[in-house]
């Protein structure tokens, strides 16, 4: 048992900004407090609050108007749930060409039309957001990635297991690549999403952090075949 749990008779933590309270937690270890109490406590409250602030107003008197550019950015829109397949591409193909002519960290789309892009610079950011509205428009925008190498080989049998590289994680699911391409690497193999629905038996709330802990890129899928909007289906809940 400690000071406070031992011989005080009231935790009381109080946190706010110079206009007043915004949230207090108190846990009291006796019949009950007199308003005396209570008002002595808030007081002290008051005055330790207001000196931390001044304390922090002559480090940073007001909030910076950028971030630093050695901090990463994050930026979100929202497009229609039926445009993402667009976004996202045969394959996956279209977001990470997005994810790389405009130098992204990373970029996370899902099934609620919510996009978010990351990255180092947050002119970057807006020109991807200005890329991604005008490819989705009628009529607007040309996919990144058109000029691409394409896979060339044998089509995939569905129903069939196969062992996949993966080759991205996003928040949605994984790209793994399930036939190989040239050796040379004059051509690209063939990938598929498996969509995080899809990884495991039982709800996966990361997708990125489940992955990950499996220490390995090698991973068993189902294809599935092709759906609606041309992209390779794959589930490694379907091999479990």
Known sequence: MGTEDALGT??????????????????????????????????????GRLHILDEMAKALAEPRPELPATVPKIASFKVRPELLGKIIGP???????????????????DDSGLVQVSGMDSKNLTKAEEFVMALIADGKGEQRGAERKKYVGPEPEVGKIYEGKIKGIHRFGIFVEILPGAEDGSTPGLEGLCHVSELHTERVRNCEAFVNSWGTTDVKVKYLGV????????SRKAVM
Do not use: S, W, Y
């Open 91 to 109: 394959g996956g193909k279209q977001i990470r060409a997005i994810i790389e002519d405009f130098g992204l960290q990373n970029m996370d789309v």
């Open 10 to 47: 009231m935790d009381f933590k109080v946190a706010g900004d110079r206009e007043g309270i915004t949230t207090f937690q108190l846990d009291i270890k006796c019949e009950g407090l007199t308003l005396e109490t209570m008002e002595k406590a808030l007081e002290q409250a008051r005055e």
């Open 227 to 234: 759906n609606e909007k041309g992209q390779i289906v794959l």
